[in-house]
């Protein structure tokens, strides 16, 4: 790709369950396809499916370099940059802030960067750097998933407990997509109480 010619931000946000990653990775097979040179890279905080790999909920993979934070990531792309049309991010929302000015400088440098992410906290609360990311998007793609109670389309992710902590990484069984009317930010203990939860909640 032309450095002259500016590059390209897309953002895929949504709540779990949504398709984000599957989007993604549709998305960086395209780009394959199209003959483009692809870098691909997650933080190493989601390691739910496979460690060198975005995965899917439907167990869709495509390689990726799993990094520590924004500085590693840096050090792990820079040297290859010139080789790279697109670069693909997944779970931006576990990156810290100076992922935008990450982000821009690989647009300026002619760069296609696509990032998938959540663009809520389980408290229904934007999630990191994700709307900076929105805001400086050439195309920001909102999905939704399907809500578990009623069936409607679901925009939240509900976590299935108490833990108010930010980061409890899990999936199907310490999570559900929720619409707007059937999310509960915070569960009280009989609500709690009434859900088939995990005996160990732990990251991995």
Known sequence: MNAAVPGRIEVVVGPMFSGKSEELIRRLKRARIARQRVACFKPDIDLRYHRTAIASHSSQTYEAVTVANVERLREELYPQLDGVDVVGMDEVQWFDPSIVGLVLELVHRGKR????????????????????????????????????????????????????????????????????????????????????????????
Not at 164 to 183: D, I, K, Q, S, T
Request: charged letters at 15%; hydrophobic letters at 50%; proline letters at 7%.
């Open 113 to 204: 960067v696509v990032l998938a992410g959540l663009d809520t906290t389980f408290a229904g609360e934007p999630f990191g750097s994700i709307p900076q990311l929105m805001a400086i998007a050439d195309e920001v793609a909102k999905l939704s998933a399907v809500c578990m109670v009623c069936g409607a389309p679901a925009i939240h992710t509900q976590r299935l407990g108490m833990s108010r902590e930010l980061v409890v990484v899990g999936a199907a069984g310490m999570y559900e997509a929720r619409c707007r009317g059937c999310f509960r930010p915070f569960l009280d203990e009989p609500e709690a109480a009434q859900l088939e939860l995990p005996a160990v909640v732990a990251a991995g």
